[in-house]
């Protein structure tokens, strides 16, 4: 299988350092000729894009440059997607678990084909381009959540969280990146199309990531509690968080498992605080 990977940020570095065999695109695709002339410089087989917008220091930077926001997240996957459907090549493209805010329909959590309900610029370009992808047959949406590493990274949500000085008391879906590579490449590998929700089973609130913080690896840690709301209110955000419980239907449809988040959770900050260096200060 020759993967091609589109995209050198978090989650595309994450999967080339695991797939040794995979080629990582050397160029940005901006135009639907751009999209042609790299499938046929790689010849790939599948494809998975992990290339996007997001943001910085957080996606609320999308707030204020919805074009680029768009640009990123919606245009350039349809260009791609056009290329790999023209072609027959296989396209694995990551979607994100934040176009749903809130409680579900459904008591066990967001279903694959549920209607998002996406409030920031960002999860809307997101969602915009899920409802494209999804009504192409040889594509599949991965969509991760809040993703968690045993590598301390700026884009690592244990990272994040001990580096807020405020954090917010929600409950949510997440992604153990480990976990989530190797289902991408089982995805790869049976070039199933869908929709798929690669996030751990169960859920896990932010309280709980943090004592296993506090356990592991920095027993001095502190932090105040508050609200979502308190959050925008307070000046923190712009606009409000995405929490949500999903489920994982589609996943255990194909017989692809993803270790129970408590479990795995355990396991990561076990493997986080052999490499964990104390941040010099605290942010927000």
Known sequence: MKILIIGKGFIGRKCAQMWPEAEVADTKIFSREDAFNLLDKYTPD?????????????????ETHQIETIEGNTIMPLFLAEACTTKNIYLLHVGSGCIFYGPSPDPK???????????????????ATDLCLSTLPNVAIARIRMPIDYVPSAENLIT?????????????????????????????????????????PGTIK??????????Y????????????????????AKKERSN??????????????????????ED???RYAKLYKPAIEKSY
Not at 187 to 194: K, T
Not at 244 to 265: G, T, W
């Open 244 to 265: 949500n419980f999903l489920q994982s239907d589609n996943l255990s449809k194909l017989k692809i498992k993803m270790r129970p988040i408590k479990e795995a959770m």
């Open 206 to 215: 932010h309280k709980e990531i943090l004592a296993l913080y506090e356990k």
């Open 109 to 127: 959590g967001w279903k694959e084909d549920d209607f998002g309900n996406p409030k920031a610029v960002y999860s809307r370009a997101k969602w």
């Open 268 to 270: 990561t900050m076990v």
């Open 217 to 236: 690896v920095d027993p001095s840690h502190k932090n105040e509690w508050i609200t979502d709301k308190d959050l925008v209110n307070l000046g923190l």
């Open 160 to 200: 994040k969280l001990a580096s807020f000085s405020k954090v917010i008391d929600v409950e949510n879906s997440v992604t153990v990146v480990e976990d989530m590579v190797n289902a991408f490449y089982q995805l790869l590998n049976l070039q199933a199309s869908g929709i798929f929700h690669v996030t751990n």
């Open 46 to 62: 599948v494809i998975l894009n992990a290339a996007g917008v997001r943001g910085k220091p957080n996606v609320d930077w999308c």
